[in-house]
């Protein structure tokens, strides 16, 4: 009997334990998700792939201007300056920022992508029709190609970081499976042993009658 104590109280710190690391685990892996889905949530490759898209919106609208000044075309290049000047404002901010200054290379980028739009913004803001566009077309140039660099490192960094937290959240699902299979065996256990004692209390109950 003593013996089948020791066996209950055994099974019966084995299920708390067990209880406790699920719910632990199961607070984890809602802590994983979270985090998933903010990543794939907030895309900062999608907003570098933008500033590309947005530059050579701003080339485009420069050149149509350049053959054709009127006032319409000169407000079209405006528009589109100030859009790629809100997408350099964004690169310095929250996410995005801390992506950047993660690596040198990075950095180099945005810092010449911001200063290429400070240089610009005294000249855009108050252009008229002689606006010399072809000094203006030689310094976003570069940008091009350092802005699809840019873009596609953040494609790739983001791919590897969403692969990344997928497969710690599937190790973290297996690892909870084990433990609510762990708690089954458990609980099971715990009911044959107390089952067990029963039927020895019931016999030994007879014996006294006896």
Do not use: C
Request: hydrophobic residues 50%; without cysteine; aromatic residues 8%.
């Amino acid at each position: 009997m003593k013996a089948t104590r020791i066996v209950q109280v055994f099974l019966v710190g084995t299920i708390l334990a067990l209880v406790v690391a699920g719910l632990f685990t199961s607070a984890i892996i809602r802590e994983r998700q979270i985090g998933l889905d903010k990543v794939l949530g907030y895309n900062f490759a999608f907003d570098a792939n933008q500033a590309v898209i947005e530059l050579l919106r701003l080339d485009k609208a420069l050149l149509n201007f350049a053959n054709d000044r009127t006032q319409q075309n000169l407000e079209a290049v405006r528009l589109r300056f100030e859009i790629m000047y809100n997408r350099v404002q964004l690169f310095g901010e929250g996410e995005f920022k801390t992506y950047i200054q993660g690596g040198e290379s990075r950095r180099q980028v945005y810092e010449a992508f911001k200063g290429a739009a400070h240089t610009l913004d005294p000249i855009l803001t108050p252009a008229g029709p002689n606006l010399a566009v072809e000094p203006l077309r030689k310094l976003l140039a570069p940008l091009e190609r350092d802005l699809l660099g840019f873009a596609s490192e953040a494609n790739r960094h983001m791919a590897a970081r969403a692969a990344g937290d997928h497969e710690a959240l599937v190790r973290l699902h297996w690892r909870f499976s084990g433990l609510m299979f762990g708690l089954i065996i458990s609980g099971l256990l715990l009911v044959a042993v107390l089952s067990w004692n029963s039927r020895l209390l019931k016999r030994a109950h007879g014996d006294l009658k006896h």
